[in-house]
T-cell receptor, first 115, second 112 residues
Framework: SAVISQKPSRDICQRGTSLTIQCQVD?????MFWYRQQPGQSLTLIATANQGSEATYESGFVIDKFPISRPNLTFSTLTVSNMSPEDSSIYLC????????????FGPGTRLTVL | GENVEQHPSTLSVQEGDSAVIKCTYSDSASNYFPWYKQELGKRPQLIIDIRSNVGEKKDQRIAVTLNKTAKHFSLHITETQPEDSAVYFC???????????FGTGTLLAVQP
């Protein structure tokens, strides 16, 4: 399976600032996704990162708060904007293959704490 | 949209016993059902999956069963070992979107 890395692995940020998280894959992948996992909770899909076009956001998530870029088939960024303590979470990217097999593999995650 | 419910939220078993985790889904169009294991501080790892055209799949000590009519699927772990202790998540998706909707998770503790 693909090797997925994320930067940074963790960060502590001040309220009102923004943080950009990078996701790098060692091979070209069709699909990339961004998830949020709040402490002790399940994973919630934020958006599908589409290569060459705007991301597709899930209900409750908006582009102004979570802008996403996907310039090519191996890289994506998620920005958490104007942060508040409620944004403290683990943010994970995942990659999937197209076709009938829909398995996804996750990056190591970025642990964000907002003070 | 899809909604996935998972039970139980916590499960404690003795080493060597079996463990069963159950999930139900709401969208009859969902056709792919993976299970993930997440150890503390680690990323979720895909451990087994099943597609809607299959009723059961087995991989060594783990198996997954799917009942499309009832819209539920289950994870079965036999001969549990302490290293099976983790949080397990079920998920559901459709081929058209590939979006995974996750259950709430089950904390499995295997007591030696």
């Amino acid at each position: 399976s693909a090797v997925i890395s994320q930067k940074p692995s963790r960060d502590i940020c001040q309220r009102g600032t923004s943080l950009t998280i990078q996701c790098q894959v060692d091979s070209q992948v069709t699909m990339m996704f961004w998830y949020r996992q709040q402490p002790g909770q399940s994973l919630t899909l934020i958006a599908t990162a589409n290569q060459g076009s705007e991301a597709t956001y899930e209900s409750g998530f908006v582009i102004d708060k979570f802008p996403i870029s996907r310039p090519n088939l191996t890289f994506s960024t998620l920005t958490v904007s104007n942060m508040s303590p409620e944004d403290s979470s683990i943010y994970l990217c995942s990659v999937g293959t197209s076709g009938s097999f829909a398995g996804q593999f996750f990056g190591p995650g970025t642990r964000l704490t907002v003070l | 949209g899809e909604n996935v419910e998972q039970h139980p939220s916590t499960l404690s078993v003795q080493e060597g016993d079996s463990a069963v985790i159950k999930c139900t889904y709401s969208d009859s169009a969902s056709n792919y059902f993976p299970w993930y294991k997440q150890e503390l501080g680690k990323r979720p790892q895909l451990i087994i999956d099943i597609r809607s055209n299959v009723g059961e799949k087995k991989d060594q000590r783990i198996a997954v069963t799917l009942n499309k009519t009832a819209k539920h699927f289950s994870l079965h772990i036999t001969e549990t070992q302490p290293e099976d202790s983790a949080v397990y998540f079920c998920a559901a998706s459709g081929v058209a979107t590939n979006k995974l909707i996750f259950g709430t998770g089950t904390l499995l503790a295997v007591q030696p």
